[in-house]
Every structure is written in structure tokens, then in C-alpha cells.
């Protein structure tokens, strides 16, 4: 499966940015798919997660209430609603994709990923 993320961008602070994650393939159903983000400086992280059904979603602490990630396999996308905004939600956001996730917030999990789309959030 082949990935491509959408839709960073820059935003003040308290604002709101949708994130896109489209997918290649009839079976991206099958697939968990998960964002991450990577700083300056600072290791990959993980953001959140979603199940192939779409009836599954988890959060790290840092975005919970205040990211939403969904999906609508019939368009082969997942996407990732991000308001509230912080300064220290800048990043590089990447989505990642595969069909067996156990350890959901390690980034080795993922064998398919995007291309990453820059998010800056300005104070």
C-alpha cells in the first residue's frame, strides 16, 4: 500500500488543521493506520491510531480531546482533525500504515508510510 499525507500548513495558535492520509490499494480496510510526528530535534512520536474498521481509535496523551482521527475506507483516506493548536504540536506529521499492529505507539510497527506534511502552529 502507498500512502500520502496532506494538508499541514501553518496555523496560530488555538487553530484548526485537517490532515488527509490517502491510500493505494482495495484492501486499505485490512490496514490499522496510525499518525506520528517528528520535531526538530526530537525523536518520532506517536500521535494516534486508528483500526481497519475505523471502530477503534487511540491517542496519546498530548492530543487526547483535541485530535480526532477517523477514516472513510470507501475514499481509501484517514484523516486527522487537529484543533486547538499548541506551538508545541509543530512537526512533521506522518501517517503509517499496517495490516498487524500490536505495540500501536511504536513507530517500527508500520511497515508503510507517507511522505510527512509539515504542520507549524504559531504562537
Known amino acids: 500500500v502507498q500512502l500520502q499525507a496532506s494538508g499541514g500548513g501553518l496555523v496560530q495558535a488555538g487553530g484548526s488543521l485537517r490532515l488527509s492520509c490517502a491510500a493505494s490499494g482495495r484492501t486499505f480496510s485490512s490496514y490499522a493506520t496510525g499518525w506520528f510526528r517528528q520535531a526538530p530535534g526530537k525523536e518520532r512520536e506517536f500521535v494516534a491510531r486508528?483500526?481497519?474498521?475505523?471502530?477503534?481509535?487511540l491517542y496519546a496523551d498530548s492530543v487526547k480531546g483535541r485530535f480526532t482521527i477517523s477514516r472513510d475506507n470507501a475514499k481509501n483516506t484517514v484523516y486527522l482533525q487537529m484543533n486547538s493548536l499548541k506551538p508545541e504540536d509543530t512537526a512533521v506529521y506522518y501517517c503509517a500504515a499496517d495490516k498487524s499492529v500490536s505495540y500501536y505507539w511504536r513507530s517500527s510497527e508500520y511497515a508503510y508510510w507517507g511522505q510527512g506534511t509539515l504542520v507549524t502552529v504559531s504562537s
Open positions: 486508528i483500526s481497519g474498521s475505523g471502530g477503534m481509535t
